[in-house]
């Protein structure tokens, strides 16, 4: 039986790929893992016309067939193995039409694969702007292959893309001829390598010769003909390359002379020059990513106020209804106290996840993501990385998982090892509902000039101390891990361009679903867990004080309510999960932090996030208020045996500081090792993070007790 229909999405980065992958499949998408490798794969469903669906898959951004990172190696892996299950049946080469002639030379090597090919001109207005006429049917006449001129920011060009997808599936004609005759290149040899590995043309037979030693999918007796094959034929590899590329640019060059007209041989100025003249200044530029910057932490609290007020107050009113309709007994206690306090604790963070996601995704759309990494390379380049380093970085602020696996971009060993290591500094998306929860306890909800909130000033004041505690750690590794490789940061700037707000709406909505589904199974597992060890304990102990209390109340039953009270607090510290918490309190207790936070501390290293939720079900054992009252109101009520507040400043302070530097990941750890093959290095990662976050904490205690 034939499978689904399969088209991949190739070009260059920054070329349009995303927005149009996002145009043909809307919301019927989902990421994985290509087979083998931690390389994100993006694969959605297209209706095409009425008899034709088509998988789409988002293959990584490459510039040529020949690849210099993990990334375009599963590109290149995927169009040259024949037996790939993900192998398309048609490429869709997203060609950026105002860098034409570097574009072309990808399109032309993808075209001598012999998979039909559909050319999808993207940034037309920007090559209008550039004083550029581009004739499209001449350029489709010279290529030999179909050519649309697309703008998936706007939706426009979709539905004659998609005319021409079904046009081409149902033309069965031969593929075009050659773009350049490879055989004439190198030689009669490459069709026995065609034979050997059941290839379908002599362009892809020239791949294997290049790097078969590379490629996963050849087995050991085709490695052993080809080497002998290539020692007979004296095989220079890099000579044969340079003569390809040489040809390609001359045809091209050709093609370029015929079909595209520039006003003038110097080009216009567009505006994304003249706006970077701004953005990128030494002194300009940085004050405008701090701005940006402070306007995100401000908008986090400012835009996210009433929707969580709204999310706190439904879940107070149904737990408060719950209470009344529900008899006492085991079940209503573990609902509302279980599973509603757990799930409440982290369900009202989700505004806050989304709005930063949807900044992230508006500064990545807009361009201006790039910029950060350009104006912040000669701060990396001075603790030993480079710019490349900062995508990863900053892509730890959503999590630390995708942005370890973003690091395989950086060619150099060891300022990829430094990155790796340094990531997790970056405060990331799980920390968020901690920050805010703390945040809101024990800073004022002040604001200055009328719109500069305490507040938010305090949560940017935690990203960027995470990032420059990165930088100086980086500095440290730099000098401990001796490779004397060195790299140049090279990058192409994209046009700005106006956020595609159907893209931002996707993007935080699925960041919302994963988070809820992700973090949703892990905070409801330990909230049940919790609430089985924070109800129960030691039989002896926990009946010894069931005897203790029910003596006092026929002593005092004036008393009852607040005998209660303490009653109800006795069973928790005898519970199961007060033994374990009071263990470790007098390695905490210096920071501050008493039993119950010793709890959350443990819970957490599951996924940071828990800790809410850890101390919404702590919190909810035993309280006659079961679910009417919020999370923050009862720590903030929270007592000490001294009666002193648990959480105040000092205490506050100090346990945001341990968050931004404590490594409490499992999944982190564990991407970690995989991609450094090897618990060395999340070992030392775990050691040196929670040295640091220790000390830390227990300096800003001292200090402000």
């Avoid at 145009?23 to 087979?35: A, D, I, M, R, W």
């Avoid at 790939?84 to 075209?111: E, G, H, T, Y």
């Avoid at 990829?416 to 990531?423: E, G, S």
């Avoid at 700037?493 to 709406?505: D, M, S, T």
């Amino acid at each position: 039986m034939q499978g689904p229909y399969k088209i991949a999405l190739v070009g260059n980065p920054n070329s349009g790929k995303s927005s149009l992958f996002n145009s043909l499949t809307g919301l019927n998408q989902k990421v994985g893992n290509f087979p083998g490798v931690t390389v994100d794969k993006k694969t959605g469903l297209s209706r095409i016309n009425e008899n034709l669906s088509a998988n789409i898959i988002d293959l990584p951004g490459t510039y040529s067939l020949y690849p210099k990172s993990a990334d375009e190696q599963v590109t290149y892996d995927v169009l040259l193995n024949t037996l790939s299950k993900d192998r398309p049946d048609m490429i869709i080469v997203i060609a950026d039409a105002a860098n034409l002639k570097r574009n072309l030379l990808f399109c032309s090597q993808i075209m001598d694969l012999k998979i039909p090919v559909v050319i999808a001109l993207s940034m037309m207005d920007i090559a209008k702007q550039k004083g550029m006429t581009i004739d499209t049917a001449g350029l489709q006449r010279m290529m030999g292959v179909p050519v649309v001129p697309i703008n998936p920011r706007k939706n426009k060009g979709i539905g004659p893309l998609k005319k021409i997808i079904a046009d081409v599936k149902q033309n069965t004609a031969p593929p075009p001829a050659d773009f350049i005759d490879t055989i004439a290149l190198t030689g009669d040899w490459l069709n026995e390598i065609s034979t050997i590995c059941a290839l379908d043309s002599s362009y892809s037979a020239l791949h294997v010769a290049c790097n078969y030693t590379e490629l996963s999918w050849l087995n050991a007796a085709q490695r052993i003909r080809i080497a002998a094959l290539l020692d007979e034929v004296k095989f220079h590899k890099s000579k044969i390359q340079a003569e390809e590329i040489m040809q390609r640019y001359q045809r091209i060059g050709t093609i370029m002379q015929q079909c595209v007209v520039e006003e003038s041989p110097i080009k216009k100025l567009v505006f994304s020059d003249k706006l970077d003249k701004v953005l990128l200044h030494p002194l300009w530029g940085n004050l405008v990513l701090l701005t940006v910057l402070f306007f995100l932490f401000q908008s986090i609290f400012w835009l996210a106020a009433y929707p969580m007020a709204w999310v706190e107050q439904g879940f107070s009113v149904l737990g408060g209804w719950l209470n009344n309709v529900m008899p006492d007994n085991f079940v209503k206690d573990l609902l509302i106290n279980g599973l509603l306090a757990g799930v409440s604790g982290i369900a009202v963070f989700i505004p806050q996840i989304m709005i930063l996601f949807g900044f992230i995704t508006v500064l990545e759309d807009s361009g201006y993501m790039a910029r950060i990494s350009f104006l912040t390379d000669r701060l990396m380049r001075s603790v030993g990385l480079n710019g490349r380093s900062v995508m990863p970085l900053i892509s730890g602020m959503a999590c630390a998982v995708p942005a370890i696996m973003a690091t395989r971009t950086i060619q150099n060993r060891k300022e990829r090892l430094i990155t790796i290591m340094v990531t997790p500094l970056m405060s990331c998306s799980a920390r968020l509902p901690v920050y805010s929860i703390l945040i809101g306890l024990v800073i004022p909800d002040r604001y200055y000039l009328g719109f500069v909130s305490l507040q938010g000033l305090v949560f940017m004041g935690l990203y960027l101390l995470g990032f420059f505690m990165a930088l100086i750690v980086a500095r440290v590794l730099n000098f401990i891990v001796q490779v004397k490789e060195r790299t140049y940061f090279l990058m192409e700037l994209p046009v700005y361009r106006a956020p595609r707000w159907k893209n931002v709406g996707i993007t935080m909505l699925e960041k919302a679903k994963i988070f809820v589904r992700d973090a949703g199974k892990i905070i409801l597992l330990i909230s049940l867990m919790l609430w089985v060890l924070a109800s129960y304990g030691p039989p002896k102990q926990m009946h010894a004080v069931d005897q203790k209390y029910a003596a006092l109340e026929q002593q005092a039953p004036e008393q009852k309510e607040e005998l209660e009270h303490k009653h109800a607090t006795e069973k928790l510290e005898h519970s199961f999960a007060g033994i374990m918490g009071h263990a470790i309190e007098p390695a905490i207790r210096p920071l501050g932090f008493d039993w119950k936070i010793g709890i959350a501390l443990i819970t957490s290293f599951a996924a940071r996030e828990v800790f809410v939720g850890t101390m919404a079900t702590l919190y909810s054992v035993g309280d006659e208020r079961a679910g009417t009252t919020t999370l923050r109101d009862k720590m903030r009520e929270a007592k000490r045996p001294d009666g002193t507040a648990v959480y105040t400043l000092a205490t506050g302070l100090a346990l945001l500081i341990f968050y931004v530097f404590a490594m409490q990941c499992m999944s982190t750890l564990a991407i970690v090792k995989r991609e450094t093959r090897s618990w060395k290095y999340p070992a030392i990662q775990f050691i040196y993070m929670g040295a640091i976050a220790y000390v830390c904490a227990f300096i800003v205690y001292q200090l402000f007790k």
